[in-house]
């Protein structure tokens, strides 16, 4: 069974940065496409973020040139780095395990979710 545990979320000010890590244990990380998605309330899941075992990745247009992922195998990590940040990127974000090489948006691709983490941002 792969965990998948969120952190880093907070309260920050418009215009601020915050980095989200997601930390997996009991799979085979190196080799998954991790996803990062966000849940605004009353919205549906949107994709956010997406990196592949190869390091190909794949952005929401909204957060093009504001937030990168990055993955570290040997913590068997993900990160996404959120820089100049809006009250539109207020929700919890998740992070999702996917087999598959290529970079899907779609939620119900992704078989390993955590319990997400809540990111604010003040205007």
């Known amino acids: 069974q792969v965990q998948v545990v969120e952190s880093g979320g907070g309260l920050v000010q418009a215009g601020g940065s915050l980095r989200l890590s997601c930390a997996t244990s009991g799979g085979a990380f190196a080799s998954y496409t991790m996803g990062w998605f966000r849940q605004a309330p009353g919205k549906v899941r949107e994709f956010v973020a997406g990196?592949?075992?190869?390091?190909?990745?794949r952005y929401a247009d909204s957060v093009k040139g504001r937030f990168t992922i990055s993955r570290d195998n040997a913590k068997n990590t993900v990160y996404l780095q959120m820089n100049s940040l809006q009250s539109e990127d207020t929700a919890v974000y998740y992070c999702?395990?996917?087999?598959?090489?290529?970079?899907?948006?779609?939620?119900?691709?992704?078989?390993?979710w955590g319990q997400g983490t809540q990111v604010t941002v003040s205007s």
């Open positions: 999702a395990t996917e087999t598959g090489d290529f970079v899907t948006v779609v939620p119900a691709n992704y078989n390993y």
């Open positions: 990196i592949n075992r190869f390091t190909n990745v």
